[in-house]
Every structure is written in C-alpha cells, then in structure tokens.
C-alpha cells in the first residue's frame, strides 16, 4: 500500500514535508517506521514470514511485525495499528516497550532505498498463536521460534539476515530483560 509518510532529515528531524512511501523510497528521502517483536514469557519470539509479492525480502522470515508510520500518526499508534493490522492482535499502549531507535540504510537490487527510523518496541505475546489473524497481503505466515534464532541467524536459511546480527543480539538481550524482571 502506497501510504502517505512524514519525510525525516538523516538526524530523524521532521522536515515538515510529506510524500507517498514508494516516492520516499525512489528517493532514499528519512522516514520512520515501527518493529514490534512479539515475545513469550517461555522464550519464543514470533517470526513472520513475509508474502512472495512484497518488493523488498519476499519470504524472508522477518521482525514479528513492522511497517511504516503514516503522515502525521503517533509512533505508538502506528505500531498498535501495524500489529493489529499484520496479525489481528490487539496491544495497549502499556503493552509496549520501546528498546531503541536505530538508523536503517540499504539500497536493494530493486532501487529501493530504504533509509529508515526504525522505532524498535518488545511486547509479550500473551494470545495463542493459533487465535492470531494474518494479513495475507502482507504475511504468509507466523510461527513461534526459539528466542536463541535471534543469536544465530548466520545458520538459518531465510530466517533474518546475518548482516543485521548486532541488531537482533539487541533485542536477544533487551527481551531476556523484561523477561527476568
């Protein structure tokens, strides 16, 4: 979906301007997006695998839910809407811990150039998996992985990406956190 986005300075100051997603991304223009690992208190992260037809890691099994905020929204609002709307959970703003924002920037073989704000939140998947509803737009399915893949994406095939390893090693430790609090 071709969404209306808030164009961000590389520093992550609003520019006051806006465009569409796909104009941001030709242009490689900062804007923000939300990550939400979904977690559960026997250490599980959930993982969804992104459909075939998504232009960027199509079928890659990738962050439990994230998207990009709209022009104007909340960054907490955007991450609620994003979980429901990915996976049918509904989440209270108090379900929701902000580990980080971290500065993404990739140009993909397809042009695209993703320099992004990612807005990075942990949350306890307190509903059984099996009550969850994936949006088929966006998903291809949801699975329940051990906490450790995040420490140990160089052996998986098409789970995370090795390159991104000190990121999940964070959310690993920010996750074991919470967990032991």
Same mark, same amino acid.
């Given at each position: %979906? =071709? ?6 300075? /590389?520093?992550?100051? /609003?520019?006051?301007?806006? @465009?569409?997603?796909?104009? @941001? ?9 939300? *990550? ?31 998207? *990009? ?10 991450? #609620? ?7 049918? +959970?509904?989440?209270?703003?108090? =379900? +929701? ?7 993404? %920037?990739?140009?993909? &073989?397809?042009?695209?150039?993703? &320099?992004?704000?990612? *807005? ?19 998903? =291809?399915?949801?699975?329940?992985? =051990? +906490? ?24 690993? &430790?920010?996750? #074991? ?5």
């Amino acid at each position: %979906m =071709d969404e209306l986005i808030d164009i961000l300075t /590389p520093e992550g100051t /609003p520019t006051g301007k806006t @465009a569409l997603k796909s104009e @941001a991304h030709k242009n490689g223009w900062f804007h923000n997006t939300v *990550h939400v690992w979904l977690y559960t208190s026997d250490k599980k992260i959930l993982l969804q695998k992104r459909a075939l037809t998504k232009k960027v890691f199509p079928g890659l099994w990738d962050i439990s839910v994230a998207g *990009h905020i709209a022009a104007g929204e909340e960054i907490t609002t955007a991450a #609620l809407r994003e979980v429901y709307e990915e996976i049918g +959970l509904k989440l209270s703003i108090t =379900d +929701l811990t902000k580990i980080g924002t971290r500065i993404h %920037m990739v140009t993909h &073989n397809n042009g695209i150039q993703d &320099n992004e704000h990612h *807005h990075v939140f942990i949350a306890e998947l307190k509903a059984k998996i099996e009550t969850l509803k994936i949006q088929t737009e966006e998903v =291809d399915a949801i699975k329940l992985f =051990d +906490l450790s893949i995040l420490l140990n994406t160089e052996k998986q095939k098409n789970i995370l990406l090795s390159r991104f390893h000190e990121y999940y090693k964070n959310v690993y &430790n920010k996750i #074991l956190e919470q967990i032991n609090i």
